[in-house]
């Protein structure tokens, strides 16, 4: 590719690559916290390798066409690197300056510091550097702003016209250009030939799909927990190269300590009678099996019967049909109210998991009391079952649900590969609150099935 990294880890004539900080530990209670840091370069790194993962590993094929349609056939590459980028920012004297050793490294290699410094949101620092590496037209502008919209809002133009102080001076530029030629390199990548191959983004929902995967493996990769601060201010750090291989394995044992790999192992497709044994199908979910072997993904469905007609029972089918067929990734049943979420959480749980024979699935229940209705079940840190174990006749003990804390956070429940929850909870994915792109994510790939809609329309109104 015609890129070449000299002996310090780094490009061309920029500084080292590892003198900049991009995390540091947590304080403890009095507000103090270990003189370590993890180099900027590193989380770049780390967010990438997080991106490549999820990217393999839990997008259903449905999405990746989607998003090949309209970023090329190249998609993966440019999805990992512009997660990998979004952090870029953080090389500005502002926020370098934050750890005042750092700082002073910074400066005995001639980067200049000052009081007139002006702190901006390094996200809006990171679309400018993005835009200044690649020099090109709208489609890189909008996906650098979905780049640095990570802290959950989308930079508009006024936020972009920053003075020069913002982003320092000349050398600063050269450092961060030579930050993302180093992840080019280290990725493998030569992303000016990549972007050649982006027409007109005319799919709308591609920016809060990429927007919220961006943010969802910033999160993951900032987790001291899989990517620990070790490196002491002014020591040697490994190579490029080998840290890549390193953050490749943190990458995975992060993704699989938190649920999201393995993906939902799906059985072979079962028939109507097979999923609900205890039931002969009607005219209904006969014409609803029918439908589902006819129709290409994505659809939408809409049934319309008398009460006890079996609508949730031919909803439920047609949603496995999808995740069988991998068209889907997982599934959120959205039910009006809290007391209907918590009867249906327990019966796709107890009845068609346990059917179906899927093991080892996040299945979450969302809503704002899901914690009061699920008793002491889920608690900080553990990955827990939802119910006691099953004791197998080999003595194993089997879980059949389980649902990792992460998950629980606020703004992340609808990330989970199976929820069952209030209907409200997916409108905030399309509703200007921060980070509203997230929960879009959570849902994108899924089988989203509303039940009991006309029990919803006395609230479904103040939406409208």
């Given at each position: 590719?015609?890129?070449?990294?000299?002996?310090?880890?780094?490009s061309g004539?920029?500084?080292?690559?590892?003198l900049?900080?991009?995390?540091?530990?947590?304080?403890?209670?009095?507000?103090?916290?270990?003189?370590?840091?993890?180099?900027l370069i590193f989380?770049?790194?780390d967010?990438?390798?997080?991106?490549?993962l999820?990217?393999?590993?839990?997008?259903p094929?449905?999405m990746k066409d989607?998003l090949?349609?309209s970023l090329?056939?190249?998609?993966?590459?440019i999805?990992i690197f512009?997660?990998?980028a979004?952090d870029?920012?953080k090389?500005?004297?502002a926020?370098?300056?934050?750890?005042?050793?750092?700082?002073k490294?910074l400066s005995s290699?001639?980067?200049?510091?000052?009081?007139?410094?002006?702190?901006q949101?390094?996200?809006?620092?990171?679309?400018?550097?993005?835009?200044?590496?690649?020099?090109d037209?709208?489609?890189?502008?909008?996906l650098?702003?979905?780049?640095g919209a990570h802290?959950?809002?989308?930079?508009?133009?006024?936020?972009?016209?920053m003075?020069?102080?913002?982003?320092g001076g000349?050398?600063?530029?050269?450092?961060?250009i030579?930050?993302l030629?180093?992840?080019e390199v280290?990725l493998?990548?030569?992303?000016k030939?990549?972007?050649?191959?982006i027409?007109?983004?005319k799919?709308?929902?591609?920016?809060?799909?990429?927007?919220?995967f961006?943010?969802v493996?910033?999160?993951?990769?900032s987790?001291?927990r899989?990517?620990?601060?070790?490196?002491v201010?002014?020591?040697?750090v490994?190579?490029?190269d080998?840290?890549?291989?390193?953050?490749?394995?943190r990458a995975?044992?992060?993704?699989?300590?938190?649920g999201w790999?393995?993906?939902?192992a799906?059985?072979?497709e079962a028939?109507?009678s097979?999923?609900?044994?205890?039931?002969?199908?009607n005219d209904?979910?006969?014409?609803?099996?029918?439908?589902?072997?006819?129709?290409?993904?994505p659809?939408l469905?809409?049934i319309?019967?008398p009460?006890?007609s079996?609508k949730t029972?031919a909803?439920?089918?047609?949603?496995?049909?999808e995740?069988?067929?991998k068209s889907a990734?997982?599934?959120?049943v959205?039910m009006?109210?809290?007391a209907?979420?918590?009867?249906m959480?327990?019966?796709?749980?107890d009845?068609?998991?346990?059917?179906?024979?899927?093991?080892?699935?996040?299945l979450?229940?969302v809503?704002?009391?899901?914690?009061?209705?699920l008793g002491?079940?889920?608690?900080e840190g553990?990955?827990?079952?939802?119910r006691?174990?099953?004791?197998?006749?080999?003595?194993d003990?089997?879980?059949?649900?389980?649902?990792?804390?992460?998950?629980?956070a606020r703004?992340?429940?609808?990330?989970a590969?199976?929820?069952?929850?209030?209907?409200?909870q997916s409108?905030?994915?399309v509703?200007?609150?921060?980070?509203w792109f997230?929960?879009?994510?959570g849902?994108?790939g899924?089988v989203?099935?509303f039940?009991?809609v006309?029990a919803?329309?006395g609230?479904l109104?103040?939406?409208?």
């Amino acid at each position: 590719m015609g890129i070449t990294r000299n002996a310090d880890n780094t490009s061309g004539d920029a500084p080292p690559a590892h003198l900049f900080w991009g995390k540091t530990p947590e304080k403890d209670e009095e507000g103090q916290c270990e003189n370590l840091y993890h180099p900027l370069i590193f989380h770049m790194l780390d967010v990438a390798s997080v991106a490549g993962l999820l990217w393999d590993n839990c997008f259903p094929a449905t999405m990746k066409d989607r998003l090949r349609l309209s970023l090329g056939k190249r998609a993966r590459e440019i999805a990992i690197f512009f997660a990998g980028a979004h952090d870029i920012g953080k090389a500005s004297p502002a926020f370098q300056k934050k750890q005042p050793e750092i700082a002073k490294l910074l400066s005995s290699r001639g980067f200049r510091f000052s009081s007139y410094d002006i702190p901006q949101p390094h996200g809006f620092i990171s679309v400018h550097a993005l835009r200044e590496f690649f020099k090109d037209g709208d489609t890189v502008s909008l996906l650098s702003r979905i780049s640095g919209a990570h802290h959950g809002v989308f930079p508009r133009s006024e936020n972009l016209k920053m003075r020069q102080a913002s982003l320092g001076g000349e050398q600063w530029t050269k450092a961060r250009i030579g930050l993302l030629r180093d992840i080019e390199v280290a990725l493998d990548m030569d992303m000016k030939s990549c972007v050649q191959t982006i027409g007109e983004i005319k799919d709308p929902a591609v920016v809060p799909v990429l927007a919220g995967f961006i943010s969802v493996v910033d999160w993951i990769a900032s987790s001291q927990r899989y990517f620990p601060c070790e490196t002491v201010p002014g020591s040697t750090v490994p190579p490029l190269d080998d840290y890549r291989k390193e953050s490749e394995a943190r990458a995975r044992g992060s993704l699989e300590s938190l649920g999201w790999i393995p993906a939902i192992a799906m059985p072979g497709e079962a028939d109507f009678s097979s999923l609900f044994p205890d039931l002969t199908p009607n005219d209904l979910q006969r014409k609803v099996v029918e439908l589902t072997d006819k129709k290409g993904s994505p659809y939408l469905m809409i049934i319309e019967a008398p009460m006890g007609s079996g609508k949730t029972e031919a909803a439920l089918f047609a949603a496995d049909r999808e995740m069988c067929r991998k068209s889907a990734q997982g599934m959120y049943v959205a039910m009006p109210t809290q007391a209907t979420s918590n009867a249906m959480f327990r019966r796709v749980m107890d009845d068609y998991l346990k059917t179906r024979g899927i093991q080892n699935v996040n299945l979450l229940l969302v809503h704002s009391d899901a914690m009061l209705a699920l008793g002491d079940t889920v608690r900080e840190g553990e990955l827990l079952d939802f119910r006691p174990s099953s004791t197998e006749e080999n003595g194993d003990e089997q879980g059949d649900a389980q649902v990792q804390s992460w998950f629980t956070a606020r703004k992340r429940p609808l990330l989970a590969p199976l929820g069952v929850g209030t209907v409200d909870q997916s409108l905030m994915s399309v509703l200007q609150t921060r980070h509203w792109f997230v929960r879009l994510f959570g849902l994108a790939g899924k089988v989203v099935v509303f039940d009991e809609v006309g029990a919803g329309w006395g609230c479904l109104d103040r939406f409208s």
